[in-house]
């Protein structure tokens, strides 16, 4: 039941994503962009000034006539996020300013030797503290993470490729950060899917979904313009739908999960590449592939079926207008694609998947941190003043 | 954006579908249960009365101390709209008043030579037209259909059971009707499992999957208080998702769907019924399988298997708090719930079946009818005054 501010609450909510999501704007640009009266976009700009999120600049008249109207922009210096994220390979972690203005970065390599959770814990906090030298004053914290993470509690439940099992991250992070700041975790497939939407390839699109993996196969769900995350926030997991139960024994301790039959893994064991060798393999493939060696070209067929297979199933599920390839399969995707849209439509209706388009991610690596700042910012951007 | 009379809006759709939804309430009853304060809900009630939406009794005192407050309800002699069904096995119509009042209903079966559009838009027309004597004023129309619906333009798009494609199901009503009423269409699973969110046994649950069947094998997604549509309406196929690429043609031209391998098909297949005995056969195999009958105990044992191969993957993707049973699944619940819950585990993952509950429907038959009805309100309750 709605409040008797909720009007000017709504009000501040949306010129503020506006200047987030879509860069300065003069105020006649925003009065077109939100279709808010001038007055109230001047009242509502000066209690966003007031509150710190924006700063007006002077104008720079551009030689039309009548008196130039001064440059809103989100405040990227004083409002400020740190995004951190737990992939298999690698960590990350970003400063990230209102806007979108990413202010320092970092990514680490890491071996399987430093996969425990204190290890883990211990490394991100080292990469929290070079990034917040000279320190910041933090909005919030976001965190991706590779594996099922229990939304509300801050929890991963399971990050098979990792060897985790229900690892409070959020507390042990914020116990080594000692910053005082709000953490909230997220599956980095859903955050990817996020950002794609808000600043990638799916960008305005209200229904995506987005297919990523480098170890194992993850994705995220975008459905009428929201986070598909489910009762606890293991939706998303496309990975794991059982596409060949006579199949392999996949990680997850099932059979057949589609994670088994696309992904690095199985395309490393069917370009008869050895197992571990990685992305490195996979560039190897991929330049055998472009050279016309026979195995390599087979094994990316073999792909593109089992990606049809599956990927037909998920459009029938969720009705996607745009499916995006993350990861593995954004590198992938100029050697299956042409295999997977002839094969599509023998595994998906042809109602689900006559209409999509499948296209390589735009934010590529970036995907998880970026959205994993998104959702940091999330609670400024619901309670701007 | 937000106009400045929203916050009355949101406050007159919040008190209407408290009544819709939850049934006649004092004015006492209305403050406690939208925390809004007493001068404003007899504002609201005031304004919703004066609109003919609701109608407030003289209150019969409780012998407790004070002036009894009147029953406020809402108004289902006035507020009435025209639910319809078209099923692969029936057509169904019923008149509802806002409050969930069935006024009439009617139920008819068909035959196989009824299944054209003309013969279906005729049948239609005139169960309508006896629900419809004497006249009554309507506020909307709902149709649900076994068939996947492209929501905006109100196209049946595929109804494989009918041999439907690209049907203006809409509009040909309308045109048969004539009584210049709004129509709006959705797909049977989506329409039912919004009904038993609302008013069944998902009463109150924000994440829940429907699978239902009858000929056909359908289903339905609320997924954070919202039905799952996709891009075109077109969500929820869950019967098309590729089980067992190995397996067996499905009607809609795929191959291994796991509508092949569960649903009243599949099991009398097993259990070495006639394909073409449809429920009263499915009643012998259950009857058999209470009295011991080894085919038919193995029959089910099968048809939990699949259940259980085909679930797993759909909780990892969409992590419902609780799965409902419809239809032909619904009547089976009991014979092969142990079976599915032992075997869930071997293909979903922990995290998404540990927590899961599996019922059956308790609105059976007439979801996808309740939920018409409540797709034809929703312009009433989205705009109540």
Redo the contacts between chains.
């Keep these: 039941?709605?409040?008797?501010d909720?009007?000017r609450q709504?009000?501040l909510r949306?010129i503020l994503r506006q200047l987030h999501l879509h860069g300065p704007a003069s105020r006649s640009e925003l009065v077109l962009r939100?279709?808010?009266t001038r007055s109230s976009v001047a009242a509502i700009v000066g209690e966003l000034a007031r509150a710190g999120t924006v700063i007006e600049e002077p104008a720079i008249s551009d030689g039309s006539p009548g008196r130039p109207s001064p440059v809103v922009r989100a405040d990227a210096g004083r409002n400020v996020v740190l995004a951190l994220e737990v992939a298999v390979d690698f960590i990350a972690g970003a400063l990230v300013g209102l806007g979108g203005v990413t202010h320092a970065a970092d990514r680490i390599d890491r071996r399987r030797d430093r996969f425990s959770v204190e290890s883990t814990v211990a490394d991100l906090a080292d990469l929290a503290a070079r990034l917040l030298d000279p320190p910041v004053d933090l909005a919030g914290i976001g965190v991706a993470v590779a594996g099922?993470v229990?939304r509300p509690d801050n929890v991963v439940?399971?990050a098979p490729n990792l060897g985790w099992c229900d690892v409070p991250l959020g507390a042990l992070l914020g116990d080594a950060l000692g910053l005082g700041i709000p953490i909230q975790l997220a599956n980095e497939g859903d955050l990817a899917a996020v950002a794609e939407t808000l600043r990638g390839a799916a960008n305005g699109v209200?229904?995506v979904l987005l297919l990523s993996g480098e170890v194992g196969v993850g994705g995220g769900?975008v459905?009428?313009g929201?986070s598909?995350?489910?009762?606890?926030?293991?939706?998303?997991?496309?990975g794991?739908?059982?596409?060949?139960?006579?199949g392999r024994r996949c990680r997850?301790?099932?059979?057949g999960c589609w994670e088994t039959e696309v992904g690095e893994g199985s395309l490393l064991r069917r370009a008869k590449r050895r197992s571990d060798s990685g992305r490195r393999g996979i560039d190897g493939v991929l330049a055998a592939a472009a050279d016309g060696e026979s195995v390599a070209l087979a094994a990316l067929r073999d792909e593109a079926h089992w990606l049809a297979?599956?990927l037909?199933?998920?459009l029938?599920?969720?009705?996607?207008?745009l499916v995006v390839f993350g990861g593995f399969f954004g590198r992938i995707h100029p050697f299956v694609i042409d295999d997977l849209r002839r094969e599509l439509p023998?595994?998906?209706?042809?109602?689900?998947t006559a209409?999509v388009d499948i296209v390589p991610s735009a934010l590529g690596l970036d995907g998880p941190l970026i959205g994993a700042a998104e959702l940091a910012f999330e609670p400024l951007l619901g309670h701007p003043a």
Tied chains: 1, 2.
Excluded: Y
Aim: hydrophobic share 40%; proline share 3%; with cysteine.
């Design positions: 039941v709605a409040r008797s909720s009007v709504t009000n949306a939100t279709g808010l099922l229990k439940a399971l209200d229904d769900v459905s009428g929201r598909l995350i489910g009762s606890a926030g293991f939706a998303g997991e496309i794991h739908v059982t596409v060949n139960p006579g997850c301790g099932s059979t297979v599956g037909g199933g998920m029938n599920v969720l009705n996607p207008q023998r595994w998906g209706l042809a109602a689900t209409g």
